[in-house]
T-cell receptor
Framework: AQKVTQAQTEISVVEKEDVTLDCVYETRDTTYYLFWYKQPPSGELVFLIRRNSFDEQNEISGRYSWNFQKSTSSFNFTITASQVVDSAVYFCALIYNTDKLIFGTGTRLQVFP | DAGITQSPRHKVTETGTPVTLRCHQTENHRYMYWYRQDPGHGLRLIHYSYGVKDTDKGEVSDGYSVSRSKTEDFLLTLESATSSQTSVYFC??????????????FGQGTRLTVV
């Protein structure tokens, strides 16, 4: 079965703390793509990052970093020095069979000042 | 911003009535998706399309049908709306789901309430 699991329903941190959002996926495909999306309180879905199954290099973009490990089928997302503006629901997603895009249940991050 | 428009943005309808939601894109993207978002369930795929007249079911397709007669329009129809279909519906577009240089762009969502 193809599946994305985000076990953390809600995380609360205080500003400047580091926080890691977990994502575990299941797929039988050898070629697949993983994504993270952000949904701020305004409701729109914002693309953050894409990673294909052949590229396990970690990526850093400013305060954001992503750790992709095929051995554990995980694609975790870390925010360093969190800010109030990072408060949102974050979704991990998987494309398999070249065209089916499925999402995890999301993790709500609340960053308090 | 990707040219993707959902209509209507809000709708209240009665149980048993048919409802059609429209997703319109100006990007000429091949793939179009319909999702519903519910608390505790995240985004669940209802149906998707990989070309004109080419559609397939997602995880939660029961009670929904779709049509795509033109590249730019993807319609989602609730044949007989039920209260369990109260949700926020999102449309997404993607050039090609498997290509490494594409990601899905989302519409602003349609809040549907079935009373």
């Amino acid at each position: 079965a193809q599946k994305v699991t985000q076990a953390q329903t809600e995380i609360s941190v205080v500003e400047k703390e580091d926080v890691t959002l977990d994502c575990v996926y299941e797929t039988r495909d050898t070629t697949y793509y993983l994504f993270w999306y952000k949904q701020p309180p305004s409701g729109e879905l914002v693309f953050l990052i894409r990673r294909n199954s052949f590229d396990e290099q970690n990526e850093i973009s400013g305060r954001y970093s992503w750790n992709f490990q095929k051995s554990t089928s995980s694609f975790n997302f870390t925010i360093t020095a969190s800010q109030v503006v990072d408060s949102a629901v974050y979704f991990c997603a998987l494309i398999y069979n070249t065209d089916k895009l499925i999402f995890g249940t999301g993790t709500r991050l609340q960053v308090f000042p | 911003d990707a040219g993707i428009t959902q209509s209507p943005r809000h709708k209240v309808t009665e149980t048993g009535t048919p409802v059609t939601l429209r997703c319109h894109q100006t990007e000429n993207h091949r793939y179009m998706y319909w999702y519903r978002q519910d608390p505790g369930h995240g985004l669940r795929l209802i149906h998707y399309s990989y070309g004109v007249k080419d559609t397939d079911k997602g995880e939660v397709s029961d009670g929904y049908s779709v049509s795509r007669s033109k590249t730019e329009d993807f319609l989602l129809t609730l044949e007989s709306a039920t209260s369990s279909q109260t949700s926020v519906y999102f449309c997404a577009i993607s050039e090609s789901g498997g290509r490494p240089d594409t990601e899905a762009f989302f519409g602003q969502g349609t809040r549907l309430t079935v009373v």
